[in-house]
C-alpha cells in the first residue's frame, strides 16, 4: 500500500518555471520506478517522464531539455522541475508508482497521486 501527494503547481507564465514534489508514503519507494503523466482536458492521460531505482530516466520527447525528473529515496520524494514552461504544457500533473519494472503506459502503474494542476499562460 503506497499513498503518493503531489504538490507545486500553479499558474506560471510562457518561458517560466515550475518544481513538482511527490511525497509517499506506506512503503519505500528504493526498489520502485516513479512516473509522471499529464492529462488536459478532453485528452488522455500521457506520459511525462519516468525514473527508475538506480536513477535511469526515459523523457517524452515533448519534454525533453526542459523536464527533469529527481528522486531522494532517503525523503521518499520524487521531483519534477519544468522549465521553459509552453501553454501546451498546462495540465494536471500526476505522480505514480510500481514495482521494479519502468515504462510509459499509464496502465502499468499501480498507484497515483491525487495531481497538481499546472496553467501556462501566453
Known amino acids: 500500500q503506497v499513498q503518493l501527494v503531489e504538490s507545486g503547481g500553479g499558474l506560471v507564465q510562457t518561458g517560466g518555471s515550475l518544481r513538482l514534489s511527490c511525497v509517499a508514503s506506506?512503503?519505500?519507494?528504493?526498489?520502485?520506478?516513479m512516473g509522471w503523466f499529464r492529462q488536459a482536458p478532453g485528452k488522455e492521460r500521457e506520459f511525462v517522464v519516468n525514473?527508475?531505482?538506480?536513477?535511469?530516466?526515459d523523457y517524452a520527447d515533448s519534454v525533453k531539455g526542459r523536464f527533469t525528473i529527481s528522486r531522494d529515496n532517503a525523503k521518499n520524494t520524487v521531483y519534477l522541475q519544468m522549465n521553459s514552461l509552453k501553454p501546451e504544457d498546462s495540465a494536471v500533473y500526476y505522480c505514480?508508482?510500481?514495482?521494479?519494472?519502468?515504462?510509459?503506459?499509464?496502465?502499468?502503474?499501480?498507484?497515483w497521486g491525487q495531481g497538481t494542476q499546472v496553467t501556462v499562460s501566453s
Open positions: 505514480a508508482a510500481k514495482p521494479l519494472l519502468a515504462g510509459r503506459n499509464p496502465r502499468e502503474y499501480r498507484y
Open positions: 506506506g512503503r519505500s519507494l528504493s526498489t520502485y520506478a
Open positions: 525514473i527508475i531505482f538506480n536513477g535511469g530516466t
